[in-house]
């Protein structure tokens, strides 16, 4: 299941955090890392850092955005400081960990890290089915990167040592097919004037968070997908409609 | 209890682990740190990889000697790589910390950890109660010692957390009171030449484990050390009897 896991690192300022984090991971037998956007990399300081963990650090792999970071991936968890104003459940390490490995044995699953400074953004979260939360010192919560990393790398592979898999349902749809749909529904609610008396941004996680719970397949998405075309085809006829029979009204 | 337990670190190389270590320790809860011998500290780098977490870097204790640093320390744990060759009993730190915390209700407890390059030597993890070694990667294992601080410091409070102390028998002496009865035992072997066909060192680390296992109580050693005085007074009267009677042999 491992195997199955990449660790996602988001923004990441400082270079030697992700030498760490690569050296926190080998230790523990992950090794996929997916650097998004990160200010240095390759770095000599991240190269020292990682103390010989060159498996993990040269198959690091850079994206552009978070989306592309997550292509392939089924079930994302997002690690967070917070555990309020949080749009997804959160769960400890211990509790979480036993239900990454059941997702991993089916489809790739990434565990998704903020900024040093800042965490995750409502927007990354918001593309996570699962929140977990170190449990830490109320006046000092403050993990470094590679510590959070080095905590959930080390709490999977006790969690894997013990792991035995549970047979599954349901099929869920890859990221980039889950977030097609929000794509087309945004759209689409954008085109029929839902979003005029709204705040659209948080509409839409709201969205997100209803349909992260459902876990998508494939054929869902399809279907879904099928209701808004139409109804995007039903508009376009009925405006077709109205300027014939009305060729002297400005649409608007 | 976490307040009655300190993390030990000998002779730490460099002084950005032991930053990062007293960040780990204070997002945990933990507050005592000891070093032995580091070979920078104060530094500059320390306070920059601590990253704010003051209460345990300001009031770090420096100690000259290992047996210094765990003054009044009841039961100790080597942090340990090893496995094998190894004198005293080793578990993973899920199984030791519902252990260090019942240590800890009655006593003072210290988590040992070695230098970055080499670990604990055979003696100072001839002075420890447990070993405790954290799984990982057969063909990686080389946590970080910061990173190996922030697994324990995270262990031992989910543990806390749990925790329902037991209620105890056995009063154990504090680290120098044993210390000295070893010094005393040696001091008396070497006196009537019990060494002579032995290696020193590994016939006192076997002593050692005897009664590290045994967790002795101050009123147990008094007796022990009773019997070694015995043994050098009866031997000393033996010896000036032996001079009386044979005043022309020169002693051996």
């Known amino acids: 299941m491992l195997d199955n896991i990449r660790v996602v690192l988001s923004h990441t300022t400082h270079p030697g955090n992700i030498g760490a984090a690569a050296r926190a991971m080998q230790t523990m037998g992950l090794r996929h890392l997916y650097l998004v956007n990160p200010r ?52 400890t390490p211990r509790e979480a960990m036993p239900q990454v490995l059941q997702e991993a044995v089916a489809h790739p699953v990434a565990l998704l890290f903020g900024t040093e400074m800042s965490g995750l953004t409502n927007d990354e979260v918001g593309k996570a089915h699962l929140g977990v939360n170190i ?77 992260s719970r459902t876990r998508l397949e494939d054929e869902e998405i399809n279907i879904l997908r099928g209701v808004l075309s139409t109804v995007t085809a039903y508009n376009a006829r009925l405006k077709q409609r109205y300027a014939e029979e009305h060729p002297d009204v400005q649409e608007h």
Chains 1, 2 share one sequence.
């Open 40 to 91: 240095h990399f390759p770095d000599a300081q991240a190269t020292a850092m990682a103390a010989g963990a060159d498996d993990v650090l040269q198959h690091a792999i850079v994206r552009a955005s978070l989306d592309e970071a997550l292509q392939g991936v089924a079930f994302t968890v997002a690690m967070t400081a917070r555990l309020r104003d949080i749009s997804i459940e959160v769960k």
């Open 135 to 211: 449990p830490s010192n109320p006046d000092f919560s403050s993990l470094n990167i590679a510590a959070a990393v080095q905590v959930i790398a080390y709490e999977l592979s006790v969690a894997a040592a013990a792991f035995k898999p549970e047979s599954t349902a349901i099929r869920p749809a890859p990221h980039e097919r889950v977030e097609g749909l929000f794509a087309h529904l945004e759209k689409t609610l954008v085109e029929i004037g839902f979003f005029t008396t709204q705040n659209p941004a948080r509409l839409m996680r709201r969205l997100r968070r209803l349909f």
